[in-house]
């Protein structure tokens, strides 16, 4: 991969490509009867006069503006409209409360809030809130704000499943360094009709849902809000989506009737977020005739490892580190672990997609062991360099002095007839005695959830305790939310 030019400004790479097709719809916002549409011209119209109407209220480049706002078009036009101008957008989660927002505030420091009606902003904001965005667009452009690639371009706050959110501070660099996924995972071209089932708060919507489509000039679909997962099938084949990109979960509520599904244009599938299980693949590949390419990544670099139409990845693997890649798998000390070993998965401090750091009060702290970020993943890796997935670090349950993936136990229930979602955890059950939970949804009974551990697992993997929810918590992009399982499931033990 070619270095990041200089100077350079992530808004205006982002929207060159679709300077040569200007009427071409960059973005359709799609409802149950019609598709809010934006062409290439009318976008970055949008994007540069909110620029020139931002540096006109007196802000300054390296300014920081919270985004509170939902999956309208003002998102990315706010997003792209800062960047542009030299200020530093931080999105979050449509529906964080009042006291979660308050909590952040000392974190990022903000100069202003843009924010739309009805969504929840901090008891006291710290600055102004700029309303009526739309009405911003129409401004004077700005031009674009051009300079060193490596300078702060936003923040984002990883999801906090496993701890406090923390805020992710990338440079204008890291919009180039997503040009890897486009063949190593997409195989994203010009011609195609991306369609993202996120939030654009999210980084998995906001890279692979809008900013990678534009910089090939290629159309953006996204479902209007309050959209049910249900209806998305029609979404894709009425729009004639090629590629579609979501967690596993919304993959399987779309297969929850195990029925074929008609997509005549869909090419492939995309999922990240977190392990795809290989009978869903397959289920989605029965269902479509079309596969799944799976991605891992995460806030602080985004998607890095995934199979791709070009090369993909074999069973029950995570595919490969995508061309331009700096990969190890190390010890925590940092020493390499043999191939075929378990280890944990880190990033070269020189790939041009690692943060520049965590935000903090006297700027950012990018932790790093030897030239490594230890990214938290536990992976090994075959012979041909295909990886393979075994949870997170802090995930690991341990019983009976064992060391155990929730992954691996989950996996063992993959296909029970009647199971709709399931997922390992450790409880406390008295002072120093933890064993293994198994929450589960669906119809399927204990008795037969318990015959299959037996015959798929060891007796030291197997759950002692299985408690059935009627759905296990998840964020509101689909995600499982391990944390908030424990603290469920301690609350029901």
Same mark, same amino acid.
């Given at each position: 991969?070619?270095?990041?030019?200089?100077?350079?400004?992530?808004?205006?790479?982002?929207?060159?490509?679709?300077?040569?097709?200007?009427?071409?719809?960059?973005?359709?916002?799609?409802?149950?009867?019609?598709?809010?549409?934006?062409?290439?011209?009318?976008?970055?119209?949008?994007?540069?006069?909110?620029?020139?109407?931002?540096?006109?209220?007196?802000?300054?480049?390296?300014?920081?503006?919270?985004?509170?706002?939902?999956?309208?078009?003002?998102?990315?036009?706010?997003?792209?409209?800062?960047?542009?101008?030299?200020?530093?957008?931080?999105?979050?989660?449509?529906?964080?409360?009042?006291?979660?927002?308050?909590?952040?505030?000392?974190?990022?420091?903000?100069?202003?809030?843009?924010?739309?009606?009805?969504?929840?902003?901090?008891?006291?904001?710290?600055?102004?809130?700029?309303?009526?965005?739309?009405?911003?667009?129409?401004?004077?452009?700005?031009?674009?704000?051009?300079?060193?690639?490596?300078?702060?371009?936003? *923040?984002?706050?990883?999801?906090?499943?496993?701890?406090?959110?923390?805020?992710?501070?990338?440079?204008?660099?890291?919009?180039?360094?997503?040009?890897?996924?486009?063949?190593?995972?997409?195989?994203?071209?010009?011609?195609?009709?991306?369609?993202?089932?996120?939030?654009?708060?999210?980084?998995?919507?906001?890279?692979?849902?809008?900013?990678?489509?534009?910089?090939?000039?290629?159309?953006?679909?996204?479902?209007?809000?309050?959209?049910?997962?249900?209806?998305?099938?029609?979404?894709?084949?009425?729009?004639?989506?090629?590629?579609?990109?979501?967690?596993?979960?919304?993959?399987?509520?779309?297969?929850?009737?195990?029925?074929?599904?008609?997509?005549?244009?869909?090419?492939?599938?995309?999922?990240?977020?977190?392990?795809?299980?290989?009978?869903?693949?397959?289920?989605?590949?029965?269902?479509?005739?079309?596969?799944?390419?799976?991605?891992?990544?995460?806030?602080?670099?985004?998607?890095?490892?995934?199979?791709?139409?070009?090369?993909?990845?074999?069973?029950?693997?995570?595919?490969?580190?995508?061309?331009?890649?700096?990969?190890?798998?190390?010890?925590?000390?940092?020493?390499?672990?043999?191939?075929?070993?378990?280890?944990?998965?880190?990033?070269?401090?020189?790939?041009?997609?690692?943060?520049?750091?965590?935000?903090?009060?006297?700027?950012?702290?990018?932790?790093?062991?030897?030239?490594?970020?230890?990214?938290?993943?536990?992976?090994?890796?075959?012979?041909?360099?295909?990886?393979?997935?075994?949870?997170?670090?802090?995930?690991?349950?341990?019983?009976?002095?064992?060391?155990?993936?929730?992954?691996? *136990?989950?996996?063992?229930?993959?296909?029970?007839?009647?199971?709709?979602?399931?997922?390992?955890?450790?409880?406390?059950?008295?002072?120093?005695?933890?064993?293994?939970?198994?929450?589960?949804?669906?119809?399927?009974?204990?008795?037969?959830?318990?015959?299959?551990?037996?015959?798929?697992?060891?007796?030291?993997?197997?759950?002692?305790?299985?408690?059935?929810?009627?759905?296990?918590?998840?964020?509101?992009?689909?995600?499982?939310?391990?944390?908030?399982?424990?603290?469920?499931?301690?609350?029901?033990?």
């Amino acid at each position: 991969m070619q270095s990041c030019p200089s100077p350079y400004n992530l808004a205006q790479d982002v929207l060159a490509a679709g300077r040569a097709t200007p009427d071409k719809i960059a973005l359709a916002v799609l409802g149950p009867a019609r598709a809010d549409r934006w062409s290439f011209a009318r976008l970055e119209r949008a994007v540069l006069g909110l620029a020139g109407a931002l540096l006109a209220q007196g802000f300054v480049p390296g300014d920081r503006m919270l985004l509170r706002l939902g999956n309208t078009p003002e998102f990315p036009v706010a997003f792209l409209g800062a960047i542009a101008a030299g200020l530093v957008p931080i999105p979050t989660a449509e529906g964080l409360t009042p006291p979660e927002l308050d909590r952040l505030m000392p974190l990022i420091a903000p100069r202003a809030i843009l924010a739309a009606p009805g969504i929840t902003l901090p008891d006291a904001p710290p600055c102004p809130v700029l309303t009526g965005l739309s009405a911003l667009m129409d401004h004077a452009p700005a031009p674009y704000a051009m300079g060193d690639p490596d300078r702060l371009a936003y *923040v984002v706050f990883t999801s906090g499943s496993s701890g406090s959110p923390k805020p992710v501070a990338h440079a204008h660099r890291a919009l180039h360094a997503r040009r890897m996924m486009w063949d190593g995972w997409y195989g994203l071209t010009p011609s195609d009709r991306v369609l993202h089932a996120g939030a654009f708060n999210w980084t998995f919507t906001l890279g692979t849902g809008l900013l990678d489509p534009w910089s090939i000039g290629a159309t953006a679909l996204i479902p209007a809000p309050g959209t049910a997962p249900e209806t998305l099938p029609l979404l894709l084949k009425r729009h004639d989506a090629t590629i579609f990109a979501s967690v596993p979960g919304i993959f399987r509520k779309l297969l929850a009737a195990d029925a074929p599904l008609s997509l005549p244009k869909l090419r492939h599938a995309l999922a990240a977020g977190e392990k795809l299980p290989e009978s869903l693949r397959a289920r989605w590949q029965t269902a479509t005739g079309t596969p799944i390419h799976e991605a891992l990544g995460m806030s602080e670099c985004s998607t890095f490892i995934s199979g791709s139409p070009a090369r993909p990845a074999p069973p029950d693997t995570l595919g490969y580190a995508q061309p331009g890649r700096r990969i190890a798998i190390l010890t925590p000390e940092g020493a390499m672990v043999p191939t075929g070993e378990t280890g944990i998965l880190a990033i070269h401090r020189d790939d041009p997609g690692l943060m520049l750091g965590y935000l903090g009060p006297s700027g950012t702290d990018l932790p790093l062991t030897g030239d490594w970020f230890l990214t938290g993943d536990l992976v090994s890796q075959d012979p041909d360099g295909a990886l393979r997935y075994h949870g997170r670090r802090d995930d690991l349950m341990t019983t009976g002095g064992f060391r155990i993936s929730p992954l691996e *136990v989950e996996a063992a229930f993959q296909g029970a007839p009647g199971l709709t979602d399931c997922a390992a955890s450790p409880v406390t059950i008295k002072a120093e005695t933890e064993i293994i939970a198994l929450a589960h949804s669906g119809t399927a009974t204990e008795d037969a959830l318990r015959a299959l551990a037996q015959a798929r697992l060891a007796p030291y993997k197997q759950p002692r305790l299985y408690i059935a929810l009627p759905a296990l918590p998840r964020s509101p992009n689909g995600k499982l939310d391990r944390r908030a399982l424990r603290q469920l499931l301690k609350d029901r033990t």
